[in-house]
Protein backbone atom coordinates (compact mmCIF):
# COMPACT_ATOMS: atom_id res chain seq x y z
CA UNK A 1 0.00 0.00 0.00
CA UNK A 2 0.84 3.22 -0.86
CA UNK A 3 3.21 5.65 2.00
CA UNK A 4 2.85 9.69 2.44
CA UNK A 5 5.43 11.53 4.66
CA UNK A 6 4.71 14.80 6.53
CA UNK A 7 4.44 17.14 3.73
CA UNK A 8 2.36 15.22 0.99
CA UNK A 9 -0.29 16.55 -0.37
CA UNK A 10 -2.24 15.89 -3.29
CA UNK A 11 -4.82 18.13 -5.58
CA UNK A 12 -7.75 17.92 -6.71
CA UNK A 13 -9.28 19.96 -10.36
CA UNK A 14 -13.21 19.97 -10.42
CA UNK A 15 -14.33 20.74 -14.08
CA UNK A 16 -17.87 21.07 -13.09
CA UNK A 17 -19.84 20.75 -16.90
CA UNK A 18 -20.52 17.55 -18.41
CA UNK A 19 -22.86 16.94 -21.65
CA UNK A 20 -25.72 16.14 -19.37
CA UNK A 21 -26.88 15.38 -16.25
CA UNK A 22 -27.34 11.92 -14.75
CA UNK A 23 -30.75 11.43 -12.85
CA UNK A 24 -29.27 10.24 -9.82
CA UNK A 25 -26.08 12.72 -9.48
CA UNK A 26 -25.88 15.41 -7.13
CA UNK A 27 -22.59 16.31 -7.54
CA UNK A 28 -21.78 20.28 -8.37
CA UNK A 29 -21.89 19.52 -11.88
CA UNK A 30 -24.01 21.19 -14.65
CA UNK A 31 -25.06 20.26 -18.08
CA UNK A 32 -22.98 22.41 -20.52
CA UNK A 33 -25.47 25.00 -22.52
CA UNK A 34 -23.02 27.65 -24.09
CA UNK A 35 -19.81 27.44 -25.72
CA UNK A 36 -17.35 27.51 -23.05
CA UNK A 37 -14.55 29.78 -23.30
CA UNK A 38 -12.01 26.98 -22.31
CA UNK A 39 -8.60 29.60 -22.01
CA UNK A 40 -10.48 31.87 -20.08
CA UNK A 41 -11.35 28.77 -17.45
CA UNK A 42 -7.54 27.95 -18.14
CA UNK A 43 -6.29 30.99 -16.64
CA UNK A 44 -8.51 30.93 -13.37
CA UNK A 45 -7.02 27.54 -13.06
CA UNK A 46 -3.77 28.52 -13.15
CA UNK A 47 -4.44 31.58 -10.95
CA UNK A 48 -5.68 29.48 -8.04
CA UNK A 49 -2.75 27.14 -8.22
CA UNK A 50 -0.15 30.20 -8.24
CA UNK A 51 -2.48 31.23 -5.12
CA UNK A 52 -2.58 27.86 -3.38
CA UNK A 53 1.04 27.49 -3.70
CA UNK A 54 2.02 30.40 -1.64
CA UNK A 55 -0.44 29.03 0.89
CA UNK A 56 1.14 25.43 0.69
CA UNK A 57 5.03 25.51 -0.77
CA UNK A 58 7.50 22.86 -0.54
CA UNK A 59 4.48 20.31 -0.22
CA UNK A 60 5.46 17.08 -2.32
CA UNK A 61 2.75 16.14 -4.77
CA UNK A 62 1.71 12.16 -4.05
CA UNK A 63 -0.83 12.21 -6.73
CA UNK A 64 -3.31 15.03 -8.77
CA UNK A 65 -6.63 13.91 -9.44
CA UNK A 66 -8.87 15.51 -12.74
CA UNK A 67 -12.36 14.85 -11.51
CA UNK A 68 -15.96 16.39 -12.37
CA UNK A 69 -18.18 16.66 -14.32
CA UNK A 70 -16.44 15.42 -17.44
CA UNK A 71 -13.46 16.52 -17.59
CA UNK A 72 -12.59 14.22 -20.06
CA UNK A 73 -14.36 16.92 -22.57
CA UNK A 74 -11.42 19.12 -21.81
CA UNK A 75 -8.85 19.45 -24.38
CA UNK A 76 -5.42 17.18 -23.68
CA UNK A 77 -3.79 20.59 -24.11
CA UNK A 78 -5.23 22.14 -21.24
CA UNK A 79 -4.44 19.05 -18.82
CA UNK A 80 -0.98 19.42 -20.46
CA UNK A 81 -0.83 23.36 -18.97
CA UNK A 82 -2.14 22.80 -15.72
CA UNK A 83 0.35 19.73 -15.39
CA UNK A 84 3.39 22.16 -16.43
CA UNK A 85 2.07 24.68 -13.98
CA UNK A 86 2.26 22.21 -11.12
CA UNK A 87 5.57 20.86 -12.08
CA UNK A 88 6.52 24.38 -12.00
CA UNK A 89 4.80 25.25 -8.20
CA UNK A 90 5.41 21.82 -6.43
CA UNK A 91 7.89 18.83 -5.97
CA UNK A 92 6.22 15.45 -7.64
CA UNK A 93 6.63 12.57 -6.14
CA UNK A 94 8.66 9.83 -8.21
CA UNK A 95 5.35 7.60 -8.23
CA UNK A 96 2.78 10.71 -8.41
CA UNK A 97 -0.85 9.26 -9.65
CA UNK A 98 -2.30 11.55 -12.30
CA UNK A 99 -5.81 10.62 -12.95
CA UNK A 100 -8.57 11.61 -15.32
CA UNK A 101 -12.52 10.44 -15.50
CA UNK A 102 -13.25 9.73 -18.19
CA UNK A 103 -16.84 9.33 -19.64
CA UNK A 104 -16.69 6.46 -22.37
CA UNK A 105 -19.73 7.86 -24.47
CA UNK A 106 -17.43 10.95 -25.49
CA UNK A 107 -13.71 9.62 -26.24
CA UNK A 108 -11.86 8.63 -28.90
CA UNK A 109 -8.44 6.42 -29.13
CA UNK A 110 -6.48 9.55 -30.49
CA UNK A 111 -7.78 11.56 -26.94
CA UNK A 112 -7.32 8.88 -24.84
CA UNK A 113 -3.68 8.27 -26.28
CA UNK A 114 -3.26 12.74 -26.04
CA UNK A 115 -4.36 12.10 -22.49
CA UNK A 116 -1.44 9.77 -22.35
CA UNK A 117 1.18 12.16 -24.14
CA UNK A 118 -0.08 15.09 -21.84
CA UNK A 119 1.13 13.30 -18.41
CA UNK A 120 -1.78 11.46 -17.58
CA UNK A 121 -0.74 7.96 -16.17
CA UNK A 122 -4.37 6.88 -14.96
CA UNK A 123 -7.91 6.81 -15.62
CA UNK A 124 -11.14 5.98 -14.18
CA UNK A 125 -13.65 4.96 -16.79
CA UNK A 126 -17.32 5.95 -16.09
CA UNK A 127 -18.55 2.65 -16.91
CA UNK A 128 -21.39 2.28 -14.27
CA UNK A 129 -23.18 -1.08 -16.07
CA UNK A 130 -22.05 -3.41 -18.67
CA UNK A 131 -25.54 -3.93 -19.24
CA UNK A 132 -28.05 -1.98 -21.40
CA UNK A 133 -30.68 -2.17 -19.17
CA UNK A 134 -28.37 -0.72 -16.81
CA UNK A 135 -27.08 2.21 -18.40
CA UNK A 136 -30.79 2.64 -19.51
CA UNK A 137 -31.83 2.67 -15.80
CA UNK A 138 -28.79 5.27 -14.90
CA UNK A 139 -29.75 7.53 -17.94
CA UNK A 140 -26.20 7.24 -19.43
CA UNK A 141 -26.03 7.90 -22.84
CA UNK A 142 -23.28 5.78 -23.95
CA UNK A 143 -23.95 1.55 -24.74
CA UNK A 144 -22.03 -1.38 -23.54
CA UNK A 145 -20.27 -1.66 -26.80
CA UNK A 146 -18.45 1.73 -26.07
CA UNK A 147 -17.71 0.93 -22.45
CA UNK A 148 -16.04 -2.50 -23.79
CA UNK A 149 -13.72 -0.47 -26.69
CA UNK A 150 -12.75 2.02 -24.31
CA UNK A 151 -11.73 -0.12 -21.54
CA UNK A 152 -9.73 -2.31 -24.13
CA UNK A 153 -7.70 1.12 -25.37
CA UNK A 154 -7.21 2.68 -22.35
CA UNK A 155 -5.75 -0.61 -20.85
CA UNK A 156 -3.32 -0.02 -24.42
CA UNK A 157 -2.41 3.12 -23.13
CA UNK A 158 -2.73 3.03 -19.16
CA UNK A 159 -1.31 0.20 -16.79
CA UNK A 160 -2.86 1.94 -14.17
CA UNK A 161 -6.75 1.94 -15.14
CA UNK A 162 -9.80 1.48 -13.06
CA UNK A 163 -13.89 1.68 -13.73
CA UNK A 164 -16.92 3.11 -11.92
CA UNK A 165 -19.77 0.83 -11.75
CA UNK A 166 -22.85 1.14 -9.73
CA UNK A 167 -25.10 -1.59 -8.16
CA UNK A 168 -28.13 -1.43 -6.20
CA UNK A 169 -30.17 0.50 -9.53
CA UNK A 170 -33.59 0.35 -9.89
CA UNK A 171 -34.91 -3.16 -11.03
CA UNK A 172 -31.74 -4.74 -10.78
CA UNK A 173 -32.01 -7.91 -8.65
CA UNK A 174 -28.94 -10.54 -7.28
CA UNK A 175 -29.05 -12.69 -10.34
CA UNK A 176 -28.20 -9.46 -12.72
CA UNK A 177 -25.24 -8.09 -10.56
CA UNK A 178 -23.94 -11.96 -10.48
CA UNK A 179 -24.61 -12.17 -14.48
CA UNK A 180 -22.84 -8.58 -14.78
CA UNK A 181 -19.84 -9.18 -12.55
CA UNK A 182 -19.01 -12.17 -14.41
CA UNK A 183 -18.72 -9.51 -17.69
CA UNK A 184 -16.67 -7.42 -15.35
CA UNK A 185 -13.91 -9.49 -14.33
CA UNK A 186 -13.48 -10.53 -17.91
CA UNK A 187 -12.65 -7.13 -18.88
CA UNK A 188 -9.45 -7.84 -16.09
CA UNK A 189 -9.18 -3.92 -15.15
CA UNK A 190 -6.67 -3.72 -12.37
CA UNK A 191 -9.19 -1.57 -10.14
CA UNK A 192 -13.20 -1.47 -9.68
CA UNK A 193 -14.88 1.19 -7.88
CA UNK A 194 -18.32 -0.41 -7.05
CA UNK A 195 -20.84 2.02 -5.52
CA UNK A 196 -24.24 1.29 -3.98
CA UNK A 197 -26.95 3.56 -5.86
CA UNK A 198 -27.87 5.78 -2.73
CA UNK A 199 -31.18 7.97 -4.11
CA UNK A 200 -29.58 11.64 -3.12
CA UNK A 201 -32.75 13.88 -2.91
CA UNK A 202 -31.41 16.54 -4.82
CA UNK A 203 -31.45 14.65 -7.64
CA UNK A 204 -33.75 13.53 -10.64
CA UNK A 205 -33.90 10.44 -8.94
CA UNK A 206 -34.52 11.85 -5.76
CA UNK A 207 -37.74 13.52 -6.56
CA UNK A 208 -39.12 10.29 -8.66
CA UNK A 209 -38.39 8.27 -5.49
CA UNK A 210 -40.45 10.76 -3.44
CA UNK A 211 -43.29 10.17 -6.24
CA UNK A 212 -43.06 6.63 -6.16
CA UNK A 213 -41.91 6.19 -9.43
CA UNK A 214 -39.02 4.25 -8.87
CA UNK A 215 -38.65 1.13 -6.93
CA UNK A 216 -35.34 0.30 -5.51
CA UNK A 217 -33.90 -3.25 -4.13
CA UNK A 218 -35.17 -3.50 -0.73
CA UNK A 219 -32.52 -3.62 2.50
CA UNK A 220 -31.93 -7.12 2.57
CA UNK A 221 -31.26 -7.47 -1.36
CA UNK A 222 -28.54 -4.49 -0.86
CA UNK A 223 -27.08 -6.42 2.26
CA UNK A 224 -26.97 -9.51 -0.40
CA UNK A 225 -25.43 -7.85 -3.06
CA UNK A 226 -22.79 -6.19 -0.58
CA UNK A 227 -21.54 -9.48 0.42
CA UNK A 228 -21.67 -11.32 -2.79
CA UNK A 229 -19.05 -8.82 -4.49
CA UNK A 230 -16.79 -8.86 -1.20
CA UNK A 231 -16.68 -12.53 -1.68
CA UNK A 232 -16.64 -12.61 -5.53
CA UNK A 233 -13.91 -9.66 -5.82
CA UNK A 234 -12.13 -11.31 -3.74
CA UNK A 235 -12.35 -14.78 -5.92
CA UNK A 236 -10.98 -12.20 -8.70
CA UNK A 237 -8.07 -11.34 -7.02
CA UNK A 238 -9.61 -7.90 -6.69
CA UNK A 239 -9.72 -7.75 -2.69
CA UNK A 240 -11.51 -4.66 -1.08
CA UNK A 241 -9.16 -2.46 0.72
CA UNK A 242 -12.04 0.29 0.86
CA UNK A 243 -15.86 0.01 1.05
CA UNK A 244 -16.10 0.44 -2.56
CA UNK A 245 -12.86 0.04 -4.04
CA UNK A 246 -11.25 -2.91 -5.14
CA UNK A 247 -7.78 -3.74 -6.72
CA UNK A 248 -5.30 -5.92 -7.84
CA UNK A 249 -2.16 -5.18 -4.84
CA UNK A 250 -0.03 -2.04 -5.74
CA UNK A 251 -2.62 -0.33 -7.73
CA UNK A 252 -5.07 0.98 -5.20
CA UNK A 253 -5.76 4.38 -5.94
CA UNK A 254 -3.03 6.57 -4.09
CA UNK A 255 -5.04 9.73 -4.49
CA UNK A 256 -8.32 8.23 -2.80
CA UNK A 257 -6.23 7.04 0.13
CA UNK A 258 -4.88 9.62 0.70
CA UNK A 259 -7.83 11.57 1.46
CA UNK A 260 -8.81 8.39 3.87
CA UNK A 261 -5.75 9.07 5.62
CA UNK A 262 -6.35 12.47 6.03
CA UNK A 263 -3.54 13.71 4.30
CA UNK A 264 -3.00 17.00 3.07
CA UNK A 265 -4.95 18.13 -0.30
CA UNK A 266 -5.83 21.03 -2.02
CA UNK A 267 -8.95 21.31 -4.21
CA UNK A 268 -9.53 23.80 -7.17
CA UNK A 269 -12.35 24.62 -9.10
CA UNK A 270 -16.38 25.20 -8.69
CA UNK A 271 -16.94 23.82 -5.54
CA UNK A 272 -13.87 21.90 -4.66
CA UNK A 273 -12.94 21.62 -1.00
CA UNK A 274 -9.31 21.08 0.23
CA UNK A 275 -7.78 20.17 3.97
CA UNK A 276 -4.96 22.31 4.14
CA UNK A 277 -2.61 22.84 7.53
CA UNK A 278 -1.19 26.43 7.42
CA UNK A 279 0.94 27.44 10.67
CA UNK A 280 -0.21 24.26 12.40
CA UNK A 281 -3.93 24.79 11.99
CA UNK A 282 -5.81 22.46 9.52
CA UNK A 283 -8.30 24.30 7.63
CA UNK A 284 -11.41 23.31 5.77
CA UNK A 285 -11.83 25.25 2.53
CA UNK A 286 -14.73 25.55 -0.27
CA UNK A 287 -14.45 27.32 -3.49
CA UNK A 288 -17.73 29.36 -5.03
CA UNK A 289 -19.75 26.29 -6.28
CA UNK A 290 -21.34 28.32 -8.69
CA UNK A 291 -19.19 28.39 -11.85
CA UNK A 292 -20.32 31.47 -13.11
CA UNK A 293 -19.61 33.10 -10.31
CA UNK A 294 -15.78 31.30 -9.98
CA UNK A 295 -14.60 32.20 -12.72
CA UNK A 296 -15.78 35.62 -12.83
CA UNK A 297 -14.73 36.45 -9.30
CA UNK A 298 -11.08 35.05 -10.20
CA UNK A 299 -10.92 36.82 -13.20
CA UNK A 300 -12.62 39.76 -12.84
CA UNK A 301 -11.74 40.72 -9.52
CA UNK A 302 -8.45 38.39 -8.97
CA UNK A 303 -10.25 37.28 -6.11
CA UNK A 304 -11.23 33.38 -5.28
CA UNK A 305 -14.41 32.89 -3.35
CA UNK A 306 -14.27 30.21 -0.77
CA UNK A 307 -14.92 29.29 2.44
CA UNK A 308 -12.65 28.84 5.17
CA UNK A 309 -12.99 27.44 7.99
CA UNK A 310 -10.24 26.36 11.18
CA UNK A 311 -10.95 23.09 12.42
CA UNK A 312 -10.91 22.40 15.91
CA UNK A 313 -8.92 19.53 17.40
CA UNK A 314 -12.24 17.60 17.96
CA UNK A 315 -13.74 17.90 14.26
CA UNK A 316 -9.95 16.87 12.95
CA UNK A 317 -10.66 13.71 15.23
CA UNK A 318 -13.64 13.19 14.08
CA UNK A 319 -13.03 13.61 10.10
CA UNK A 320 -10.12 10.85 10.64
CA UNK A 321 -11.94 8.58 11.93
CA UNK A 322 -15.01 8.93 9.45
CA UNK A 323 -12.19 8.61 6.57
CA UNK A 324 -9.75 6.15 8.05
CA UNK A 325 -12.03 3.75 9.36
CA UNK A 326 -13.68 3.26 5.11
CA UNK A 327 -10.50 1.51 5.01
CA UNK A 328 -9.84 -2.35 5.07
CA UNK A 329 -6.48 -1.69 6.99
CA UNK A 330 -8.04 0.36 9.67
CA UNK A 331 -6.52 3.89 10.88
CA UNK A 332 -3.42 4.22 14.03
CA UNK A 333 -5.67 5.86 16.55
CA UNK A 334 -1.95 6.93 17.72
CA UNK A 335 -2.38 9.75 15.03
CA UNK A 336 -5.10 11.30 15.88
CA UNK A 337 -5.28 15.00 17.78
CA UNK A 338 -6.59 14.13 21.13
CA UNK A 339 -6.24 10.65 22.46
CA UNK A 340 -9.10 8.23 20.66
CA UNK A 341 -10.90 7.33 24.41
CA UNK A 342 -11.70 11.57 24.46
CA UNK A 343 -13.39 10.96 20.84
CA UNK A 344 -15.52 8.28 21.09
CA UNK A 345 -18.24 7.04 22.72
CA UNK A 346 -16.46 4.50 25.30
CA UNK A 347 -19.44 1.98 25.91
CA UNK A 348 -20.39 2.14 21.79
CA UNK A 349 -16.63 1.64 21.02
CA UNK A 350 -16.60 -1.44 23.52
CA UNK A 351 -20.07 -2.87 22.52
CA UNK A 352 -19.22 -2.28 18.45
CA UNK A 353 -15.38 -4.59 19.53
CA UNK A 354 -17.49 -7.17 21.29
CA UNK A 355 -20.09 -8.03 18.43
CA UNK A 356 -17.09 -7.43 16.34
CA UNK A 357 -17.98 -4.46 14.13
CA UNK A 358 -14.62 -3.04 14.67
CA UNK A 359 -11.66 -5.31 15.43
CA UNK A 360 -8.21 -3.64 16.91
CA UNK A 361 -4.70 -5.21 16.56
CA UNK A 362 -2.11 -3.05 18.48
CA UNK A 363 -2.61 0.47 17.69
CA UNK A 364 -4.87 -0.07 14.58
CA UNK A 365 -8.66 0.06 14.77
CA UNK A 366 -10.00 -1.67 11.69
CA UNK A 367 -14.27 -2.13 10.62
CA UNK A 368 -14.85 -5.73 9.85
CA UNK A 369 -17.31 -6.95 7.06
CA UNK A 370 -20.20 -5.97 9.25
CA UNK A 371 -19.01 -3.04 10.29
CA UNK A 372 -18.00 -1.32 6.39
CA UNK A 373 -21.38 -3.22 5.73
CA UNK A 374 -23.46 -0.34 8.14
CA UNK A 375 -20.45 1.66 8.11
CA UNK A 376 -22.17 5.23 8.14
CA UNK A 377 -24.83 3.74 11.34
CA UNK A 378 -21.21 2.77 12.78
CA UNK A 379 -19.57 6.27 12.73
CA UNK A 380 -22.36 8.20 13.99
CA UNK A 381 -22.73 5.65 17.31
CA UNK A 382 -19.03 5.43 17.36
CA UNK A 383 -18.20 9.18 17.36
CA UNK A 384 -19.51 11.40 20.50
S1 LIG B 1 -22.53 11.26 -12.84
FE1 LIG B 1 -20.77 12.26 -13.80
S2 LIG B 1 -21.43 12.58 -15.94
FE2 LIG B 1 -23.29 12.19 -14.77
S3 LIG B 1 -24.03 14.22 -14.18
FE3 LIG B 1 -22.77 13.47 -12.49
S4 LIG B 1 -20.75 14.29 -12.86
FE4 LIG B 1 -21.90 14.47 -14.80
Redesign the pocket.
Given at each position: MHTFSENSTSIYIHWPF?????P??A?N?Y?IRDLIDVDKWKRAYLMCLNRAAQQASGRVLTSIYFG???PSLLPAVFVGDILDEIQKLWTLDSNCEISI?M?PGYVTEKVIASFSTAGINRVSI?VQSLTNEGLAVLG?THTVQDALSVVKTCSKYFKNHSIDLMYAWPTQSIEDLKKELVDIFALDCPHISIYQLIIEPDSVFGSMYSRGEILMPDENTCTDMFDYLQEATDKAGLPSYEVANHAHSGLECRHSISYWKYIDYIGIGPGAHSRLTINRQKYAMVQESNPQKWLNSIIDNQHILEEVTALSLEEQCRETILVGLRMTEGMDVTRLPLPFSSVVDQKAYERLLHEKYLVKNGDVLATTIEGRRRLNALISYLVK
Open positions: CLQKCYCYSPGGTENGR
